[in-house]
């Protein structure tokens, strides 16, 4: 069980995070410079297409990047302290019990070898102390809670012996079985059945209302993320490029990409010959453009685009990383500006305290 | 924003700008599938040297012995034991840079011989094997059916044989110092794997995506046969034939050593072995150049194995 | 499990009995008769009709086939399997006599095998690209590579001329004459070389599987979803990868069980040690043909036990697995 006071301020604060992954083809920036926060009881969604880095991110968080990959720079601060200073046995301790975590592959997420109520118990035995007899019962629990049928039989049970549903049910159980406060679902439903993802949304939110939980909703599906998220940020190439709460960014996204991302939706109410794409694809992370990462597929593109872009504050709580102005617009420094003039201007709209 | 038209014009400029961007990128060289494969195999250094190695054991095998002629097998009994030199007494070359082994015979001589007759007996059986396994795999894998379940319950019994030692009742009972009793006998003990891996390249070719694709095409069974089936089924195939190459030149070598093979007289690489382990104190480094010879031959074509099965289908590789 | 079980060993007798009808078919097949060797000058030709009538030669040959195996399923009397045509002793005594000393030489080392090379392999495996793992995975793949008969050569070799008699060279025990002859001291000194040599060629097998198992376990979900609950390393790997990576390690063990009975033909023969495999190639020779088939069947045997042995183990250790 965890102890945490509850901190002033956010749960988690990312700052300038980077995970590279230094392969033999070269550097992979997998997360480039990310910031972000999530407050207690907020869910946060994650959202991008494959290989934009909010699985790194989330694994970051963890510390559980392995060789290649390395964290060369950034804070990861939980309730004030920073999980990226911490010793590797304090680490653990906070994995599983203040984080806990849980992956998109229910098949083979869990381990064939043991019964579900036994990696349950497991998880609660090794952050708290109690019997094995205590564990068991609060696996049984926990399984009856995330509504698992015949919880005491299932228990008994391993994994090949359940359905998709029913392990990414267990896999919650386990996670959620250390009253964790926040927890990271990376692409929890996306191999499941559309039904049987509804089953699981609905058990996720039920939990975090009654849990008072933080939740880091990775995944690509905007649907999921209209109906679970309070807070979303949209990733491209390793960077942030819009944050703004659910409302604002399905109702007036700001950045290319995402406006990109929701025309593509198709609708059941209009009648269309073709559906909407966005041109050409996800750069090579060995071969990024310079400047801004969306520029050779962006049909708002402009020479002040071959830099970096600023990462405005385009409404209260609303930040793109876009050069266009607040209202859409060429901006201030004037849609041709290059060099030390573009920079300078970057400079001056980012916003700090992202 | 600007007046409507303009905005449509620097609209299109702007996607022609995006549009050429990713045109340059797009513009990576195609290979083919030889090409890719022959690219991929480059990468491994090992395999590399393993060719390299093998073919200088080849020419070794080639040149020695048609140089040297009868050479290893004359005997000159004054000359037992001697050290090794170039040329003799009467100033002839004799290029016996190995010495000479406790007959008189020039060990140099000797090896390439023994080389030679042990890599060919190796291909030969390779090849024998290759095509039994490849006739009953595909049979079993393209006719299903009962015919592949008795033809796999025969692959389990010759499994289940004890396979040197059936060789040895092979060669010992038909005809002992018969090279081409050795070369059938390992040619029909040997060739359970490649009809096992032919019969299930066969079985899932059948039913891959490709092949039913090219079937709703209209393409033909020649075309599907020889450019879907042929290039995936060929590639393991390859692969265990490498591999096979090193075990059955380590077979015979085997039968050699044991006095069954090609008889004390022939040269192989097993013989020498025999005759070297007779006269372990007195002539120690004649175990050396034998079995050094035929470690590289058994790590060479392991390698290239290796390199070659990594080449033709990387998707098989387990472990980086 | 006992019908699986039943059902296994139902399929095995046709294979055993193919395995019956080849080797039956090559002595058949085989030029000469199991008379030659009594054909002398002074023999009689009536005696040796009454040899080709005793050994039931002049019968065709399915019904010699019908009359050989049905005796020999037998396995408990004394002339199931026939007697040597050298020494006219019963087959089935010789081989039972031998056994044990090729079980012994195989057992040994097979527990040799199994304390190093799983070590080995979960050292190279958790260690992956250290120097650690590139000397085990070079010492393993040249291990593997060199022909058993070669290592054992080579090793003969250290044994008895590098060091010069530190070891036996053949043999199972000393010479008659010798103090301590026999004793099991005497046995173990003269066990070191052939099972060295058997033992090495195993780690080197054994230790390649073991780590690529591994490292295919270590790659898996479940193996991050133990990291992501806080698990410390060491129950990360030794309980939750090695529990998987060692189910096909132990169907490894089941199979290489069988070899331990053929035995090992081309160590035995270097070393001279008394052994099944040294039987084997013995009768060979010398065309005693019922002791060699006696060999096959007992080596094909073996191989059936080993697999049925695998295959109930992986039932035991896999709870995935159903009967």
Redesign the interface.
């Known amino acids: 069980m965890t102890v945490t006071e509850r901190h002033v301020g956010p749960l988690l604060e990312i700052k300038g995070l980077k995970t590279h992954f230094f392969t033999q083809d070269g550097v992979v920036k997998a997360v480039d410079d990310v910031t972000f926060q999530i407050s207690h009881g907020q869910t946060l969604g994650v959202v991008g297409e494959s290989g934009c880095g909010k699985s790194v991110t989330s694994l970051s968080v963890m510390r559980l990047i392995d060789r290649p990959g390395r964290i060369v720079a950034g804070e990861v601060l939980l309730n004030g302290e920073d999980l990226l200073a911490k010793r590797d046995a304090d680490m653990r301790d906070v994995r599983g019990d203040q984080v806990s975590m849980i992956f998109q592959e229910p098949m083979t997420s869990l381990n064939p070898v043991f019964t579900c109520g036994d990696q349950i118990a497991e998880a609660v035995q090794q952050h708290t102390a109690v019997s094995r007899r205590e564990a068991w019962d609060r696996a049984i629990e926990m399984m009856r809670v995330v509504g698992i049928a015949d919880a005491k039989r299932r228990a008994g049970e391993h994994p090949h012996q359940l359905s998709g549903g029913m392990r990414q049910r267990v896999m919650i159980a386990m996670a959620l079985s250390t009253d964790p406060d926040l927890l990271i679902a990376d692409e929890p439903t996306t191999a499941l059945d559309v039904t049987i993802q509804a089953q699981i949304l609905e058990v996720m939110r039920d939990l975090r209302t009654k849990n008072r939980m933080a939740i880091m909703l990775i995944t690509h599906d905007l649907g999921v993320v209209a109906e679970m998220a309070d807070e979303v940020v949209v990733m491209y190439a390793g960077k942030v490029v819009e944050r703004a709460d659910v409302r604002t960014v399905f109702g007036t996204p700001h950045h290319p990409y995402t406006k990109g991302l929701l025309l593509s939706i198709p609708r059941l109410d209009e009648r269309v010959e073709r559906l909407e794409v966005i041109k050409g694809t996800v750069p090579s992370p060995l071969n990024l453009p310079t400047g801004c990462l969306f520029k050779r597929r962006c049909p708002y593109r402009m020479r002040v685009c071959d830099t970096a872009p600023p990462y405005q504050e385009v409404g209260p709580g609303h930040f793109s990383r876009c050069w266009l102005t607040p209202a859409g617009e060429e901006p201030a420094v004037g849609a041709d500006a290059t060099g030390d003039e573009a920079e300078a201007a970057a400079e001056q709209l980012t916003v700090e305290t992202r | 924003?600007v007046s409507d038209a303009n905005a449509a014009e620097i609209?299109r400029r702007?996607?022609e700008?995006?549009?050429a961007?990713?045109a340059e990128?797009d513009r990576t060289p195609v290979r083919t599938y030889w090409q890719l494969v022959r690219q991929r195999f480059l990468k491994h250094r090992l395999a590399v040297i393993a060719v390299i190695v093998l073919i200088v054991l080849a020419t070794y095998a080639i040149v020695v012995p048609t140089v040297t002629g009868d050479a290893w097998r004359e005997t000159q009994l004054f000359r037992d034991d001697a050290p090794p030199e170039l040329f003799n007494e009467d100033g002839d070359l004799t290029f016996a840079v190995l010495g000479y082994n406790e007959q008189g015979q020039n060990l140099f001589a000797r090896l390439g011989k023994a080389t030679q007759t042990s890599l060919t007996i190796g291909l030969a059986a390779v090849v024998l094997i290759v095509m039994i396994g490849v006739f009953i795999g595909s049979i079993a894998g393209y006719v299903g059916g009962w015919i592949d379940n008795l033809l796999m319950?025969?692959v389990?019994?010759?499994?289940?044989?004890?396979g040197?030692?059936?060789i040895?009742?092979?060669t010992?009972?038909?005809g002992q110092g018969n090279v081409w009793v050795v070369i059938i006998a390992i040619g029909l003990t040997g060739w359970t794997t490649a009809a096992r891996l032919v019969r299930a390249e066969f079985l899932s070719l059948r039913e891959v995506d490709y092949v039913q694709a090219a079937r709703a095409l209209g393409a033909s069974p020649q075309r599907i046969i020889l450019r879907h089936m042929l290039p995936p089924a060929l590639a393991p195939i390859v692969v265990a034939a490498t591999l096979g190459i090193?075990d059955s030149v380590?077979v015979e070598?085997?039968l050699s050593?044991?006095?069954?093979g090609i008889g004390r007289d022939g040269a192989s690489l097993g013989t020498m072995?025999q005759n070297a382990?007779e006269y372990?104190?007195s002539g120690?480094l004649k175990?050396l150049y034998p079995?050094v010879v035929?470690?590289l031959i058994?790590?060479s074509a392991?390698f290239l194995g290796d390199g070659l099965r990594d080449a033709l289908d990387p998707r098989q590789r387990?472990?980086k | 499990m006992a019908s699986y079980i039943l059902r296994r060993t139902l399929q095995a007798i046709p294979i055993l009995f193919g395995v019956a009808i080849i080797s039956f078919a090559i002595v058949q097949l085989a030029p000469g008769s199991p008379i030659d060797r009594f054909r002398s000058p002074n023999v009689r030709p009536e005696t040796l009709e009454n040899l080709i009538r005793l050994y039931g030669l002049d019968r065709p040959v399915y019904e010699q086939f019908v009359n050989w195996f049905s005796t020999f399923v037998q396995f408990w009397r004394t002339d199931a399997w026939g007697y040597s045509l050298v020494d006219g002793r019963s087959v089935r005594d010789t081989v039972v006599d031998r056994m044990p000393a090729t079980l012994l030489l195989g057992g040994t080392a097979l527990i040799i095998t199994i304390i190093l090379a799983v070590p080995i392999g979960i050292l190279a495996a958790v260690r992956q690209y250290s120097w650690a793992d590139k000397a085990i995975t070079t010492f393993a793949t040249i291990g593997y590579a060199i022909p058993s008969f070669l290592l054992g050569l080579y090793i003969a070799y250290i044994g008895t001329v590098v060091f010069r008699g530190a070891f036996p060279g053949f043999g199972m025990v000393s010479l008659p004459g010798v103090e301590g002859r026999g004793t099991p001291l005497d046995v173990a000194w003269h066990m070191v070389l052939p099972v060295t040599s058997l033992a090495i060629q195993q780690i080197a097998g054994w230790s390649r599987y073991v780590r690529a198992k591994m490292l295919e376990v270590l790659n898996q979900d479940y193996v991050r979803t133990a990291k992501a609950k806080g698990l410390s390393a060491a129950k990360v790997t030794y309980k939750h990868a090695l529990r998987n990576a060692l189910i096909p390690v132990i169907t490894l063990f089941g199979l290489t069980l069988p070899g331990l009975l053929a035995g090992a033909v081309i160590t035995e023969s270097i070393f001279s040690w008394p052994g099944l495999g040294f039987l084997g190639l013995q009768a060979v020779t010398q065309r005693d043909y019922p002791l060699v088939l006696a060999f096959v069947m007992v080596g094909g045997f073996g191989v059936v036990l080993g697999n049925l042995l695998a295959d109930v183990l992986y039932g035991v250790a896999d709870p995935r697995i159903k009967y």
């Open positions: 924003m609209e702007r996607l700008e995006a549009a961007d990713s990128i319950r025969f389990d019994v010759m499994l289940s044989l004890p040197l030692f059936i040895l009742m092979i010992a009972f038909f090193a380590v070598s085997a050593f044991l006095g069954f072995l382990r372990f104190f120690p175990v079995g035929l470690i058994v790590l392991s387990v472990e």
